[in-house]
């Protein structure tokens, strides 16, 4: 099988130079997203503008609204736009538009309308970006009918999942985590959609279950291969996406294991992992040997101070120490 090495955004630029490619119903828009701005912040939307032209690969105002209202336009018209807010926190300028349009109006018009429409966003800690920017906020929008929410890990899953939120005839939000962005791998040349809602077993094991997602995933795997050394054989789920969410995968993978860790990078208190645990404990009641456990972020905004936002995220050690407690 031909590969290619690649990033995250990478991945993300070789889904949208293939989207683009295979159907001219495709646009993007966003801030700096066209060739004469850079091709974006991070570079992923570079050579698009070039190659497909201005009309299909559009830089936009700073206006998140803007943004959003045309996609949503643009997607009841037919087309399938890939709308980029650059960093997560913005959505909130547009959350009007996303919850009470985008996400609605395939039930508010009876079935008539559709809105294909991606949107691509960045977020996480790690970049010393602050509380302003870097919120993981997938639990909104995880909350709004509607709508599907997707968290990559690596650069296959970045290039497979955006494919399929292009082609889903739903809005879909594209959740770009700073931590897994630059951890490069073999991506198969041929790497087709990978459908929504099914988790990744990444790795098998036996003892207890590791439920994440995200950038989360990277350091689960860390917090996995120090679990090993201390003879525990760690199995790792990785959602993908987090609305919806695969149970069956992860209530089998639980019932096998008998003891669950929930960790994400999300603030702990009303978060995902609220809903994940919650469902694990009503399904798997008296077959569990230990309740299931949640890790992630204080309920306060993400730090500046690089030692303050360390001790925001989940790491590895943390959740080596919340597993050792499960196997007591």
């Known amino acids: 099988m031909s590969t290619t090495k690649m990033n995250s955004l990478q991945a993300v630029n070789s889904a949208l130079h293939q989207a683009l490619g295979e159907d001219e119903k495709v646009i993007v828009l966003g801030e700096d997203v066209g060739d004469r701005e850079g091709g974006g912040v991070t570079g992923a939307t570079k050579g698009l503008s070039d190659k497909y032209g201005d009309l299909r690969v559009r830089s936009t105002p700073i206006s998140e609204q803007a943004i959003i209202g045309a996609g949503i336009g643009a997607a009841m018209a037919g087309y399938k736009p890939v709308a980029e807010i650059m960093l997560m926190n913005f959505t909130t300028?547009?959350?009007?538009?996303?919850?009470?349009?985008?996400?609605?109006?395939?039930?508010?018009?009876?079935?008539?309308?559709?809105?294909?429409?991606?949107?691509?966003?960045?977020?996480?800690?790690?970049w010393q970006t602050a509380g302003q920017h870097a919120d993981h906020l997938e639990g909104w929008f995880a909350h709004a009918a509607g709508m599907k929410v997707v968290c990559p890990s690596n650069p296959a899953d970045y290039k497979g999942l955006l494919l399929s939120c292009i082609q889903d005839p739903d809005p879909c939000l594209f959740i770009e985590s700073a931590g897994s962005l630059f951890v490069p791998m073999d991506v198969p040349d041929d790497q087709g959609p990978i459908p929504l809602g099914k988790a990744n077993v990444a790795i098998q094991g036996k003892d207890v279950t590791i439920v994440t997602w995200s950038a989360q995933t990277v350091r689960a795997k860390a917090a996995i291969a120090e679990l090993d050394k201390l003879g525990i054989s760690a199995e790792l789920v990785d959602l993908r996406t987090v609305s919806p969410w695969d149970r069956d995968t992860v209530l089998a993978s639980a019932e096998k294991t008998g003891r669950v860790l929930v960790a994400h990078e999300a603030v702990r208190d009303f978060g995902p992992g609220?809903?994940?645990?919650?469902?694990?404990?009503?399904?798997?009641?008296?077959?569990?040997?230990?309740?299931?456990?949640?890790?992630?972020?204080?309920?306060?905004?993400?730090?500046?101070?690089?030692?303050?936002?360390?001790?925001?995220?989940?790491?590895?050690?943390?959740?080596?120490?919340?597993?050792?407690?499960?196997?007591?």
């Open 274 to 328: 609220a809903e994940i645990s919650a469902t694990i404990q009503e399904e798997l009641f008296g077959k569990l040997k230990k309740p299931v456990r949640r890790l992630g972020a204080p309920k306060c905004p993400v730090p500046f101070a690089k030692v303050l936002e360390d001790a925001f995220i989940v790491q590895p050690d943390a959740m080596v120490a919340a597993v050792v407690d499960l196997m007591s």
């Open 93 to 126: 300028v547009a959350m009007d538009m996303i919850f009470n349009h985008a996400a609605k109006l395939r039930f508010m018009s009876g079935g008539q309308t559709s809105v294909p429409l991606t949107i691509r966003t960045l977020t996480g800690a790690g």
